[in-house]
């Protein structure tokens, strides 16, 4: 009998992650720091992500910020150094890897706490996470 010969391709699925929680940031400089520490992104997004994909990457997409009591700031090398956010919105986000080394710090203008300075000037905003297909360190 004559042999046959099958190919079969597997191609691999991506599960949508889900959110299964809020973040958290809790930095606590004082308004006189001008040079705060910031929160690791992972340490943010701790527990809040279920990715059923083993492996996958995460992390966060900041779509607004608001400066009116300081400045946003990002550092992808563990605070050695800080860039402003500028202008992001829906279509044009920074996106940051859930990294140890990957921070998020506000640095505040005249008050007495970070947190003070944060009730005072922001909403709460969904944070957007971004599957791990298509994403790129920033």
């Known amino acids: 009998s004559p042999d046959a010969t099958i190919d079969i391709q597997v191609n691999e699925v991506n599960t949508a992650p889900t959110l299964t929680g809020d973040g958290a940031f809790s930095d606590n400089a004082t308004e006189d720091a001008t040079d705060p520490a910031g929160e690791s992104v992972s340490a943010i997004i701790a527990g ?14 900041i779509i607004a910020v608001d400066d009116t009591n300081g400045q946003w700031e990002f550092s992808t090398d563990d605070g050695a150094n800080w860039t402003p956010f500028g202008s992001v919105s829906d279509s044009s986000a920074t996106v940051l890897m859930s990294l140890s080394t990957t921070k998020i710090r506000f640095v505040p203008d005249d008050y007495p706490t970070i947190q003070d300075a944060i009730d005072a000037s922001v909403q709460v905003k969904e944070v957007l996470v971004a599957p791990a297909t298509g994403m790129h360190k920033r």
């Open 48 to 61: 809040t992500i279920d990715d059923p994909d083993a492996g996958s990457l995460s992390g966060i997409a």
